[in-house]
C-alpha cells in the first residue's frame, strides 16, 4: 500500500504562485509513477503533471510553462510548483501514484485510471 498526504493549497489571488508537497510513505516499488490530478465542482478528474521514475515528466496543455512537477526520492516527497495561477485553475489537487512503468505515448496522456493510489487532496482557490 502507498499512502499518500498533500499540503500547500489555498487561496491565492490571479498572477500569484503556490508550491504543492506530497509526503509518499509504503512501499517504494508502488512508486513507479507519480502524478497530480485535480479536480473542479462539476467537473471530471483532469491530469494535471506526472514525473516517472526516470524523470520524464508530462503536462496537460493549459498548465505547460506555467507548473513544474518534481520529486525527492530520498525524501519520499512530491512537489508541484504552480505560477502565473489563473481562476481556471481553481480545483481540489489530488497527489497520484502508479506501481507500473507507464510507457509512452500512454504517460503523456494522464489517464487517471493509471494510478490506483491517491491522497485526500488539498484545495486551491484562484481568485
Known amino acids: 500500500q502507498v499512502q499518500l498526504v498533500e499540503s500547500g493549497g489555498g487561496s491565492v489571488q490571479a498572477g500569484g504562485s503556490l508550491r504543492l508537497s506530497c509526503a509518499a510513505s509504503g512501499c517504494t516499488y508502488n512508486r513507479n509513477c507519480m502524478a497530480w490530478f485535480r479536480q473542479a465542482p462539476g467537473k471530471e478528474r483532469e491530469g494535471v503533471a506526472a514525473i516517472r521514475r526516470d524523470d520524464l515528466t508530462a503536462y496537460t496543455d493549459s498548465v505547460k510553462g506555467r507548473f513544474t512537477i518534481s520529486k525527492d526520492n530520498a525524501e519520499n516527497s512530491l512537489f508541484l510548483q504552480m505560477s502565473n495561477l489563473k481562476p481556471e485553475d481553481t480545483a481540489m489537487y489530488y497527489c497520484?501514484?502508479?506501481?507500473?512503468?507507464?510507457?509512452?505515448?500512454?504517460?503523456?496522456?494522464?489517464?487517471?485510471?493509471?494510478?490506483?493510489?491517491r491522497g485526500q487532496g488539498t484545495q486551491v482557490t484562484v481568485s
Open positions: 497520484a501514484a502508479s506501481h507500473s512503468f507507464i510507457l509512452t505515448p500512454r504517460f503523456y496522456r494522464l489517464e487517471s485510471s493509471d494510478y490506483p493510489y
